[in-house]
């Protein structure tokens, strides 16, 4: 149940972090967004439970969910702000 847990409350923030951080290089469609916000939460859940905020088997929160998310979102626009460059 944790990793249907994480998943869901990663689309949550995923769109959180899309509307706190819009730009030119961030992803435009809902679906992307989406999927970098599940990869944000499973981030923090990661560093969380590395870092000893969390227990074995704790997903990250909400608020963990979206900075995870706002970080992966931050990459992801480095990433590909530098395709479009060259």
């Not at 994480?6 to 435009?28: H, Q, S, Y």
């Not at 923090?44 to 000893?52: K, N, R």
Request: proline share 3%.
């Amino acid at each position: 149940m944790g990793i249907i847990w994480t998943i869901i409350i990663g689309f949550i923030a995923g769109v959180i972090a899309k509307f706190l951080m819009p730009g030119d290089n961030e992803p435009t469609g809902f679906i992307l967004t989406a999927i970098l916000g599940i990869v944000g939460a499973f981030v923090a859940t990661f560093l969380g439970q590395t870092l000893g905020w969390y227990r074995p088997g704790e997903g990250a929160g909400l608020i963990g969910a979206v900075v995870g998310a706002i970080i992966v979102l931050l990459v992801y626009g480095m990433i590909a702000g530098r395709r479009r460059v060259v």
